[in-house]
């Protein structure tokens, strides 16, 4: 894609994530929920009742297809960096996890989910984390500075993950690690998918194959890749567009790698 194409979209997306930030509704990847559709779906995903109770109100939106807590292994004094950090939620589970001594810094390229974002972190009195406007692909954040990186459901919405993948392979400290929730092609999406930027925006037309995304971690320099599609997940991605069967062609996968010590 061209420099004006990948702009577009990223326009699109940053203006449907915009207005969920704006409105009172939820959304799971474009449709509207209840507060308890969006505790059911955070469940589905695999968050634990418990973590739901300790994030602050208004900061899971629903959005997400699936939980990077629980894949990162975060400990005491780790320093993490969420991509399309939203209104705050993983970052706020990431805080309790690295503790007084770690910090965490959310990045999201929507001012509405930023402002949103430190409200709540303002009016919960977290002290150790941070929110910062910036693209995925070019991210805010010094070069070998960041133990963990985590990210739900974002990656797919950027037009070109593979300048993702080199820029957090730039911030992450030797040995630093990936931990990330993302939608993965399983079969080729029909055109008229791809061509849909309903569907961009609701983490579908942006999927990538497997292979795909080795390929650019190997490229950025990573070690240790593995991702592992999630066929259960169908379930779940079938209620995102009723009726439109974008289930036959992703589910959701984990994906996780290392940075190399030297």
Not at 138 to 162: G, R
Not at 233 to 240: C, D, G, H, L, P
Request: glycine share 8%; hydrophobic share 40%; charged share 25%.
């Amino acid at each position: 894609m061209d420099t004006i194409q990948n702009d577009g979209i990223r326009e699109e997306v940053r203006k449907h994530y915009g207005q969920i930030a704006s409105q009172s509704d939820r959304s799971c990847c474009g449709t509207a929920n209840s507060d308890r559709q969006v505790e059911k779906i955070a469940l589905k995903l695999g968050y634990t009742r418990k973590e739901l109770e300790e994030v602050p109100e208004g900061a899971n939106l629903g959005l997400g297809c699936g939980n990077p807590s629980a894949i990162a292994a975060l400990k005491p004094g780790e320093v993490v960096l969420d991509l399309g950090s939203g209104a705050g939620f993983d970052c706020f589970l990431a805080v309790r996890q690295v503790g007084e001594t770690g910090h965490v810094i959310g990045v999201d390229m929507t001012a509405e989910m930023i402002s949103k974002a430190r409200a709540n972190a303002v009016k919960n009195n977290y002290q150790n984390v941070e929110f910062r406007l910036g693209e995925i692909e070019h991210l805010p954040v010094a070069d070998s500075s960041i133990d963990v990186i985590i990210s739900n459901c974002v990656i797919n919405l950027s037009p070109d993950k593979a300048s993702v993948f080199k820029d957090a392979y730039r911030v992450l400290k030797p040995g630093g690690r990936l931990a990330i929730s993302d939608i993965v092609a399983t079969a080729t999406l029909p055109d008229e998918i791809l061509a849909d930027p309903v569907l961009r925006c609701n983490c579908v037309a942006g999927a990538a194959r497997v292979d795909e995304l080795e390929e650019w971690l190997s490229q950025a320099g990573f070690g240790e890749i593995s991702i592992q599609p999630k066929d259960q997940s169908r379930k779940f991605i079938q209620e995102w567009v009723p009726g439109s069967n974008v289930e036959d062609y992703i589910v959701s996968a984990t994906v996780e790698a290392r940075k190399p010590l030297n």
